[in-house]
């Protein structure tokens, strides 16, 4: 897979957040179909940077409904991934 078609968008919350200050753990959101060695190599092509472990959440989509009509949220893949001591991404930097 190609680098920049892997990861889809970082995840912006207030645990991951907390997460990527406290420990140096990044999380993105992922193609579904994304390995972690395929994640593992985006980030280090992508920022240039080492990366020490990758961990995947598959969250399966809710049956939604709205008045009558039930619908299915689509799944979701996230991958946290965790740096090497004293590496930085500078997407997060302020």
């Avoid at 680098?3 to 200050?21: A, H, L």
């Amino acid at each position: 897979m190609h680098p920049f078609s892997v990861i889809i968008r970082p995840v912006v919350s207030e645990k991951s957040n907390e997460t990527r200050e406290a420990h140096g753990k990044y999380t993105f959101v992922v193609q579904t179909k994304a390995t972690k060695h395929d994640v593992e190599r985006a980030v280090q092509q992508i920022w240039n940077v080492k990366v020490a472990n990758v961990r995947t959440i598959l969250t399966r989509g809710k049956v939604k409904r709205r008045g009558s009509v039930a619908y299915k949220a689509s799944n979701v893949k996230k991958a946290v991934v965790t740096l090497a001591d004293g590496a930085k991404l500078p997407l997060f930097d302020e």
